[in-house]
């Protein structure tokens, strides 16, 4: 069902290195506040993920170049299982674009900084969903997958929520992050 929207939707992004009969768009161009044009780019990577996506480090230089001059600030989310991979990638990318962030684990890490050449990173912004829960389902269910038990569908926990995401402080003049703050916030 999600696949017709993702063509009509611009604004929803999917790994730009995905096979390129991949339904939607890996980046996009976005209009930003005070008339800035924010280049978005949404990677996955390949460390032990079940599928070979096309190499990110050589996709990203592509877009870069490809765009270059029609963007002020450009943003780069990295959906991948290595943290390894992640802090690669923010140091690769690091003086090239102002924040790096990756996400996959729904486990939020203390490690948000700005890189030596001014991109903000941090490992892994989190999760936003039930506070209560195994990345979001109901604990005793997931348990039961992980003793091997009879499987179930799995259902979101009930309970309170929590947001976990980051700021990102970008200096207007030059495109280089300031500062990087961790949100947490739980309910």
Request: glycine share 10%; proline share 7%; with cysteine.
């Amino acid at each position: 069902q999600i696949v017709p929207y993702l063509d009509e939707h611009s604004d929803i992004l999917r790994p730009a290195n995905l096979a390129p009969q991949s339904p939607g768009q890996g980046w996009g161009i976005f209009d930003g506040p005070q008339g800035s044009r924010l280049l978005v780019i949404d990677l996955i990577g390949r460390c032990d993920m079940k599928y070979g996506p096309d190499n990110p480090f050589l996709c990203v230089d592509r877009i870069l170049k490809e765009n270059e001059g029609r963007y002020d600030v450009a943003l780069v989310e990295f959906h991948a299982n290595a943290t390894s991979e992640k802090l690669a990638m923010g140091y690769y990318l690091d003086g090239r674009v102002s924040a790096v962030w990756g996400t996959h684990t729904h486990v939020q890490t203390a490690d948000e900084r700005v890189n030596p050449k001014g991109t903000g990173y941090i490992t892994d912004l989190g999760m936003t969903g039930p506070r209560d829960s195994v990345l979001g389902i109901r604990p005793e269910l997931s348990i039961r997958r992980f003793r091997g038990d009879l499987p179930s569908r799995y259902e979101p926990a009930p309970g309170p929520c929590k947001l976990e995401a980051c700021l990102f402080t970008i200096d207007d003049a030059t495109g280089r992050c300031t500062a990087v703050r961790r949100v947490d916030i739980h309910g």
